[in-house]
């Protein structure tokens, strides 16, 4: 889902029907590109959905990390996979790593908490997704990653961060202090592929 596809109440409902619909073989993923915010002085934490108001977090449009835990508690999948690309990303996991089944989860974050998201107005791409996809996953000659859509995780996740500070550095952000991090190691042993996320 994108743009106004993207609400807060569709990408919930998705989710649901994800993590219900898994059972104890599946390796399932939940891909978030864009907006995060921090409220309650650093309490919550939640994702912006297209129509959240920033000025009004306790309106519509803002799902936040005690909702996704609430859902995926529930969750028996062998493994689930979250890649958030947004300002305060890591704050997610609060509430994630308090669950019984969180040895299950892996995050990848694109920011710590307190942390600002970087992109590239003119492309229309978040920088931290477009090193992990282009420059790591797929490769990129003129950068001189050979890149895979076989490689492991944790492989794709460290040639990313390496393009990744090549490419913030290269466009002069300013203040730029965004650390991808991975939260838990339970990454190790599957790759993204074309048809998905599966075990090596």
Avoid at 171 to 199: H, M, R
Wanted: hydrophobic share 35%; net charge negative.
């Amino acid at each position: 889902m994108k743009n106004n596809a993207a609400t807060e109440s569709a990408i919930k409902t998705k989710l649901n029907t994800m993590v219900s619909g898994a059972d104890g073989g599946d390796i399932i993923a939940f891909i978030f590109s864009g907006h995060g915010y921090k409220y309650d002085e650093g309490e919550s934490y939640a994702l912006s959905a297209y129509e959240a108001d920033p000025g009004n977090p306790d309106n519509e449009g803002f799902f936040n990390d005690t909702e996704l835990a609430t859902i995926m508690e529930n969750s028996i999948a062998e493994r689930v996979f979250f890649f958030f690309d947004c300002c305060n990303a890591s704050g997610m996991y609060n509430e994630l790593e308090l669950l019984n089944n969180s040895d299950t989860f892996f995050l990848a974050a694109a920011t710590r908490d307190d942390e600002t998201s970087w992109w590239d107005v003119d492309k229309e791409f978040r920088c931290w997704t477009q090193c992990f996809l282009h420059y790591s996953w797929n490769g990129n000659s003129e950068r001189g990653s050979s890149g895979s859509i076989t490689a492991d995780f944790i492989d794709i996740f460290d040639d990313a961060l390496f393009w990744y500070n090549y490419y913030v550095g290269s466009v002069n952000y300013y203040n730029a202090n965004q650390t991808p991090t991975k939260l838990s190691d339970y990454g190790n042993g599957f790759c993204l592929s074309i048809e998905g996320i599966t075990p090596q």
